[in-house]
């Protein structure tokens, strides 16, 4: 079993729009109620935005409660309650995003990412004109709630803890809910995933190289944060690598690769679960065994003879 932890969130800074303590969610072209929550017995009274309500067409005041009709986008806004001059109450009105406003290329893809099977996991979005987003995050009879600010033009960015075992098998699945609010909309989007689905990986090590007659022989191993023993977590390698000649890149799943290259750079991908690539390693420039150390070379030892079978 898998249990999820929502160990902080990222970025707490002062925004134009805060998080409201008390909203409530309308729909286009429908009506909603709002409650005064006071123990005040006298005449309330209503604002928008600090402008004051009357009984219209639109608008219908009854004691401590206010009907608003026919909701639109001027009808968002902070609503407050007053007794003699004192604030008693307020709450924030929202509009329910239309399901066509939708950019697809946000919604058809888990926002989520982890580095192994037992880690922080790494939820990360970029959602258009919303700066607070409110985070749920369930399995089985866990949950955490935590809300989320949004710095800037910057993604959203969450970073979570699981206490999970890599050698456990996940039996359900992460729910993670995602609503996001500005100063008029409201937008609710769920993502269903398991651990397995969002595997991706730290790019691998490239550690040194050896030359014989049949090539140029890579050693690389997984990187630190990969889960251990690594003959229980093996990884898949690809290299891409550009030819001396020619100046053609080229990219390989073996790790013996032709002599006459300047360059390569390598990814890793867990091959059982077929999960992500990793991002490339930065390019490493290719020499044979020299005295002078230089950054970002990797220097190939050359041997007699290396067995094809290792």
């Not at 697809?104 to 987003?133: G, H, M, R």
């Amino acid at each position: 079993m898998i249990h999820i932890l929502i160990t902080g969130t990222l970025c707490v800074v002062v925004h134009a729009f805060n998080i409201p303590s008390k909203f409530v969610v309308g729909e286009f072209y429908k009506d909603v109620s709002l409650a005064c929550d006071t123990q005040f017995m006298g005449t309330v009274t209503w604002k928008h935005n600090g402008g004051k309500i009357e009984n219209s067409l639109y608008t219908r005041i009854n004691k401590q409660n206010l009907t608003l009709k026919q909701l639109d986008s001027p009808s968002a806004g902070n609503y407050t309650c007053w007794g003699e001059g004192t604030l008693l109450d307020h709450t924030y009105l929202v509009l329910l995003e239309e399901e066509e406003q939708y950019n697809e290329e946000i919604t058809d893809f888990v926002p989520c990412t982890v580095k192994t099977y037992s880690c922080s996991i790494i939820c990360s979005w970029k959602p258009d004109d919303f700066q607070v987003a409110r985070i749920q995050l369930e399995r089985e009879k866990s949950k955490h709630i935590s809300w989320a600010l949004r710095d800037n033009d910057s993604p959203f960015q969450l970073n979570l803890s699981s206490n999970s075992s890599p050698f456990s098998e996940e039996q359900n699945p992460i729910i993670l809910s995602v609503e996001e609010i500005n100063a008029k909309y409201y937008r609710k989007r769920t993502w269903s995933f398991f651990i397995r689905d969002i595997v991706l990986p730290d790019p691998p090590k490239i550690l040194n190289c050896t030359q014989d007659s049949n090539g140029l022989r890579l050693n690389i191993e997984p990187p630190s944060s990969w889960a251990k023993p690594h003959s229980y977590f093996p990884l898949a390698y690809e290299v891409e690598y550009e030819l001396k000649h020619n100046g053609k890149t080229e990219i390989s799943k073996r790790l013996l690769l032709p002599k006459s290259i300047s360059r390569l750079r390598a990814r890793s991908q867990d091959p059982y679960i077929n999960s992500l690539w990793s991002h490339w390693t930065a390019w490493r420039d290719v020499r044979k065994r020299s005295n002078k150390k230089l950054a970002n070379m990797l220097t190939c030892k050359e041997i007699n003879h290396i067995d094809d079978n290792h």
